[in-house]
Every structure is written in structure tokens, then in C-alpha cells.
């Protein structure tokens, strides 16, 4: 039986940020180093989150008790895309903590391929941080599991 773990297709050294810089730090540091998402950590360099690019994108949600649905940038509401702009500009200095995801899954490095991938596809998750101890070690996409089907035997 194949056995694939966490640490053969992660990747590493793994990107990080602290929960106390801005949105547009973390948006400027995603699109130097190419990636989708961003570990945070805190001063001691343990675990405490996740912000990814699908949290800058506007995404649709319904509010039940208004009947209606909003589009949302890091939890702010716009209405509608004609002042996305303005929204944009207002959330640039949006701590990091304040639009990290708390309770993002995670493994550690050797939980098996079958795993992450109920994780990330049952989650919806597009970004799963591996972790040891506390501390990011590395990062597993859906790009990394796209890898996998383009490995030879």
C-alpha cells in the first residue's frame, strides 16, 4: 500500500506572519513569494492562524435574518462591488488577527496523503499548514496535491 506523509509533499521553509501587521503587508508578502496563504504566529513563533488570499476576495453570503445576501472583504460588508474600492482602501491597515482564520486545520508531518486530503477537500480548505510542536514547518496546497498526479510511478 502507498503511503504518501505530510513532510514528502509539503512545502518548506513555510511563509509567516505576525498577528500584528496589517492586511496589506500580509497581501504584499503573498504576491512577492507567489503563495496563497500566510501562517500566523506569535512572538514565540507558535501556531495561531491562517490568512489566505480567498479572505481579500469578495465571496457572496447570505444573512438569513435579512433575507438578503452581501458580499464580504476580511468580514467587511460591501452591499455590492461598485465600492470595492472604498472598501479596499479602508481595510488595508486591518490588523491580521483581526481577519485570520482561528480554527484552521492543520497536520503534522506524518499524517498520511488520505488524511490531508479529506481535510482540505471535505474543509474546503486551500491551504493546510503542517505543524510540530506548536511551530509551522511547512505548507500543503492544492497545488502540491495537483503535483502529485504529474509524478511519474
Do not use: W
Not at 64 to 89: A, C, K, M, T
Not at 110 to 137: F, R, W, Y
Amino acid at each position: 500500500m502507498l503511503t504518501k506523509l505530510a513532510s514528502e509533499i509539503m512545502s518548506s521553509p513555510v511563509v509567516t506572519i505576525t498577528a500584528d501587521q496589517p492586511v496589506s503587508a500580509t497581501a504584499k508578502l503573498m504576491l512577492d513569494k507567489n503563495i496563497g496563504s500566510v501562517v500566523v504566529i506569535d512572538a514565540d513563533g507558535l501556531f495561531i492562524g491562517l490568512l489566505s488570499e480567498s479572505k481579500y476576495l469578495p465571496e457572496e453570503t447570505v444573512l438569513p435574518y435579512l433575507r438578503q445576501s452581501v458580499l464580504r472583504v476580511l468580514g467587511s460588508e460591501l452591499g455590492d462591488l461598485e465600492n470595492i474600492e472604498e472598501v479596499i482602501h479602508s481595510t488595508r491597515n486591518t490588523l491580521v488577527g483581526d481577519a485570520m482564520q482561528r480554527n484552521a486545520s492543520t497536520v503534522s508531518s506524518d499524517t498520511h496523503l488520505a488524511e490531508v486530503a479529506k481535510l482540505m477537500v471535505g474543509g474546503g480548505s486551500h491551504h493546510l499548514p503542517v505543524i510540530e510542536d506548536g511551530k509551522p514547518i511547512g505548507m500543503i496546497s492544492r497545488h502540491d496535491l495537483l503535483a502529485l498526479f504529474a509524478e511519474g510511478d
